[in-house]
């Protein structure tokens, strides 16, 4: 099929998804670290490198949330409802790939991500992240006594579950994020869009004629 080469990511794009990857993967380490189910570090290097992690991808999560905004790039989050257009990628991605067919969605600039990227990452962004940003503060100032006197009443057992519980929900959209990234053709093409910004795809107006 006929391909066009489209500048997909931005260089800021490239070092936030980057930076955000590398600083996931050192809060989930080190949180394994903190319950035990690892080793390398003790409890205390553990959570203090956890928590300077921590800080440093929240400043990234507002710096985004900023670019996103004056840029218009949350526009590429907004999900598309449309039930033939959610089946036509679902479908691909339970038969179609594993048949060799062609990926139904082009990619533009403006629209960078599929209808089911849209939800995984509404989910992610509107569910996962505050959930994890919310009790990990909590966790952080849980000391201080007016935060123990709200009328919440909050229990820093409950508030330690609903962190775990949303750094495995973290954990498990990492896992099908990098292995649907495996999932391109060929193989490596979507990393190297990320690493480089210019993505390979069909060109469209060729295939239709």
Do not use: C
């Amino acid at each position: 099929m006929p391909t066009r080469r489209i500048y997909l990511f931005t260089r800021f794009e490239r070092f936030w998804h980057w930076s955000q990857a590398a600083l996931v993967l050192t809060m989930l380490a080190t949180g394994f670290e903190i319950h035990g189910y690892l080793g390398g570090l003790d409890f205390q290097h553990a959570l203090l490198v956890h928590e300077y992690a921590a800080w440093l991808l929240s400043l990234l999560w507002m710096f985004a949330i900023f670019w996103h905004f004056t840029t218009g790039a949350w526009k590429n989050y907004i999900p598309d409802l449309r039930p033939h257009s959610l089946w036509t990628v679902a479908r691909y991605y339970a038969w179609g790939m594993f048949a060799g067919e062609a990926h139904p969605y082009r990619k533009q600039p403006f629209r960078k991500h599929n209808p089911l990227q849209r939800l995984a990452y509404l989910w992610l962004k509107l569910m996962i992240n505050p959930l994890i940003w919310g009790s990990g503060l909590l966790l952080l100032f849980y000391s201080y006594d007016w935060l123990r006197l709200t009328p919440l009443h909050l229990q820093l057992g409950w508030v330690a579950l609903t962190h775990t519980a949303a750094a495995y929900m973290m954990l498990v959209f990492f896992i099908a994020h990098v292995y649907l990234a495996t999932t391109s053709h060929p193989p490596g093409a979507y990393i190297r869009s990320m690493l480089t910004g210019w993505e390979d795809e069909a060109d469209a107006a060729a295939d239709e004629a």
